[in-house]
């Protein structure tokens, strides 16, 4: 009877210590971002013959890759506040990479001028990611999470940095497009230098040492690493070394041929097996969930060793396009419990489900009032069916890059893919771009004269998606002059794009 008495008096006094002592401890995460790295970049997919990709390859053997993967935009801020977020850069606002832009911009608004030349007004974007959203560190972090940012961030200078945002840690602290000056040190950020006596080091080799120093300091767990890489984005430069490497690998038939963005690829696949390497001798591997993924895809319009910097063949276009070229991504998750070893998945998943799919497989509430545009992806990791209505990609833009589009919004249903092209129709109406993936995944036969009861149906749940996410769409523009417009023009790179290791004006 003591001994009873002892005891509830034991937990009466201390029920947290005990509660805690049989909880489950929570996992810790790992999200690496890859800016610009194309759909075939990898050796995940079998596209590649010329760049190497080892760790993430060994990656993939301890999760599962998913085939049809989409980043929320073809370019990349708005991909990265999904990513934060859970919400479609339609309903944020911020729909292009204007996060180092000197203006801020909290709401977007309508356009109100182009030229005759245009058939449409095209929207002004928000430039940074107000602190008001309840991001994924901030979700962590509640939950007890030691929480970092590691490389390139894009969403605004402080008030906006990622201090801002719910992590403990930002390193560079660097609010640009890409590294500060380049790749290889010496570098040109504020207060961030490569390490002394360490001759031409590489960016991703800094950030992977630091992202380590972080693990180890918080080994003991929960932590949260956000390592979004510079890699593979503009300018275009390697370790000297690598470059010569493949120089001597080059086939000239190969579409992917420049030495310089192999080497580029190969040190960020080295950062990888720097974590994985880490995660294995503090034997974190079975405790930490990793998620690999890109901003967009490759880029098709910059030059680099007298080519384009990669191909995405087999599919249609690249960076700053709608077709699966600009927004079909590399993604391998690895959860450990969840995911079985070497597997694969058709499922179809994009980059709003991260926040929520975290959420439900770490156990963590959704924050007062918050709604996501994405959903839980569990399921699909499980192995399970998993299917969806629909997901969406909102460009109301046009750059001149190839295969480029008019303002435009896409709707990926099941093998099928409906493009809206913005009043660029007959007498201002929208145009049309329908697509059977599975039998055309090039996008080279639109079918949209053929099936036309599809395109309706499908371009209704387009006119809900603008509905529910209250999107600033593009205005019809009552100055355009259809004589002015042609078509055969369509897609076809513009001159002032070709420019060496350079992006669209407005577009990095």
């Not at 940074?128 to 994924?136: D, G, N, Q």
């Not at 569990?378 to 890059?401: D, W």
């Not at 660029?424 to 639109?446: F, I, M, T, V």
Request: proline fraction near 9%.
């Amino acid at each position: 009877m003591k001994q009873t008495l002892l005891l509830v008096a034991l937990m009466l006094a201390s029920p947290v210590t005990l509660f805690a002592v049989d909880a489950p401890a929570r996992p810790n995460v790992i999200f690496i971002l890859a800016d610009d790295l194309g759909w075939a970049d990898t050796s995940l997919y079998g596209h590649t013959k010329f760049h190497q990709t080892p760790n993430l390859d060994r990656l993939a053997k301890r999760g599962m890759t998913f085939t049809r993967a989409y980043s929320a935009s073809p370019l990349c801020s708005p991909t990265r506040s999904a990513v934060l977020t859970g919400l479609s850069p339609a309903r944020t606002g911020i729909t292009t990479p204007n996060g180092h832009s000197p203006n801020v911009v909290l709401k977007a608004t309508a356009g109100t001028k182009a030229g005759p030349t245009s058939p449409a007004f095209m929207p002004e974007t928000v430039t940074r990611l107000a602190t008001t959203y309840h991001t994924i560190p901030k979700s962590l972090k509640a939950a007890g999470y030691a929480t970092a940012h590691f490389g390139k961030w894009h969403l605004g200078a402080p008030p906006y940095s990622p201090l801002q945002h719910g992590f403990d840690v930002d390193l560079p602290h660097w609010p640009g497009p890409g590294p500060a000056g380049s790749f290889v040190a010496p570098w040109k950020f504020k207060d961030f230098d490569a390490d002394p006596g360490v001759p031409d080091q590489h960016i991703e080799d800094r950030m992977a040492k630091e992202a380590v120093a972080f693990i180890e300091k918080n080994k003991a767990g929960p932590f949260f690493v956000n390592y979004w890489m510079f890699s593979v984005h503009a300018p275009f430069d390697a370790k000297q070394s690598l470059i010569e490497k493949y120089r001597a690998r080059v086939n000239p038939a190969d579409p992917q041929r420049s030495p310089t963005y192999a080497a580029m690829i190969e040190s960020m696949d080295d950062a990888i097996g720097t974590l994985l390497d880490t995660l294995d001798s503090l034997n974190l591997t079975e405790k930490t969930v990793i998620i690999f993924a890109s901003d967009n895809g490759g880029n098709m319009y910059n030059q680099v060793d007298g080519t384009t910097p990669t191909s995405n063949a087999p599919l249609r276009g690249g960076k700053a396009t709608v077709f699966e070229g600009g927004v079909r991504t590399p993604l391998v998750i690895a959860w450990p419990g969840l995911t079985a070893a070497g597997t694969r998945s058709d499922a179809i998943v994009q980059s709003e489900d991260y926040y929520p799919t975290l959420l439900a497989g770490l156990g963590l509430p959704i924050a007062p009032g918050q709604k996501f545009d994405g959903t839980s992806i569990l399921p699909a990791l499980k192995g399970q069916p998993f299917t969806r209505e629909a997901v969406f990609n909102y460009f109301p833009y046009a750059p001149g890059v190839p295969d480029w589009l008019p303002p435009a919004v896409t709707v990926h249903q099941g093998d099928w893919k409906l493009i809206r092209i913005f009043f660029a129709g007959e007498n201002g109406a929208h145009r049309w771009q329908l697509y059977n993936l599975r039998d055309d995944l090039g996008e080279k036969n639109n079918l949209a004269a053929k099936d036309p009861s599809r395109v309706q149906a499908m371009d209704a749940l387009i006119e809900k998606f603008l509905a529910d996410t209250q999107a600033v769409t593009p205005v019809r523009n009552p100055t355009f002059d259809a004589k002015t417009y042609r078509l055969a023009d369509e897609g076809k790179q513009k001159s002032d794009t070709k420019k060496k290791d350079r992006a669209p004006k407005s577009q990095p």
